[in-house]
């Protein structure tokens, strides 16, 4: 080669080691989006999730919103948050068992009823609310509609039922019969939440009829927690006893 002509100049080898660094770059940057990703998955699932449990708690028109957090407990001796608590993870609705709830008005029947119907709303439950008397009134107007199994069946879809104010009102012959039809297409089937002011003994008095009321309360009962609320009105606990219309009624006979 002739002197005044350059030879191609050979680059330099780059040691191997070099690359190491904008690997481990590379890897950790992945591992950075992989992170990213998942978390903006969960995000998205928590969106849906949050979305789907407002949807169910509108649509079982739940007469107020109420949570076992603003229940006050120390103002009810007859339950404890231990005893109602774990009722807020939903097993009882996976066993078809079901929860009553007896006690004098104004003890709390209707909160706990509502906390554990929207603690189930947020468990991916489907739910409906209503009192006993607008639950005989939709079965009157299912049965005069068409045929009443069909409406039955529709409502075995729900996880959970709550039938609100059992024994408030009596019913007649063929509301109590309507009433019994609903207790039984659920029972081993999907959960009932029911409140009552009334013992199960005087249950009879309500549905006019011992052997209807007894029937139904056993398939009630078979599979259920049943907790007593004691003590008086937590709405009337700023009147002194005197301020009660019991009390007043007492002493003016």
Request: a positive charge.
């Amino acid at each position: 080669m002739d002197r005044g002509q350059l030879s191609p100049a050979t680059p330099p080898a780059i040691p191997r080691e070099s690359h190491a660094p904008r690997i481990r770059s590379n890897i950790e940057a992945t591992g950075r989006c992989r992170g990213l990703r998942q978390r903006h998955n969960r995000s998205e699932v928590s969106a849906r999730n949050a979305s789907g449990a407002e949807l169910r708690i509108r649509g079982a028109a739940f007469p107020a919103r109420k949570t076992l957090e603003e229940f006050v407990f120390d103002h009810q001796p007859g339950v404890r948050r231990d005893d109602i608590a774990p009722l807020a993870a939903g097993h009882y609705l996976a066993e078809a068992r079901n929860v009553v709830l007896l006690g004098p008005p104004g003890t709390g029947k209707t909160h706990l009823a509502t906390a554990l119907g929207i603690a189930a709303c947020h468990a991916g439950q489907r739910v409906l609310f209503g009192t006993a008397t607008d639950w005989v009134a939709r079965l009157q107007d299912a049965h005069q509609r068409g045929p009443l199994p069909a409406e039955l069946v529709k409502l075995r879809r729900f996880g959970l039922i709550i039938i609100d104010e059992v024994g408030y009102l009596p019913f007649e012959q063929d509301a109590a019969n309507l009433f019994f039809q609903l207790v039984s297409s659920r029972y081993e089937h999907a959960s009932l939440i029911l409140t009552s002011n009334l013992p199960f003994a005087r249950w009879g008095d309500v549905f006019g009829d011992q052997t209807v009321a007894a029937a139904m309360i056993d398939r009630i009962v078979h599979h259920a927690d049943v907790h007593t609320l004691k003590g008086a009105s937590y709405r009337l606990k700023h009147l002194g006893e005197n301020a009660l219309p019991s009390v007043q009624a007492e002493r003016a006979n």
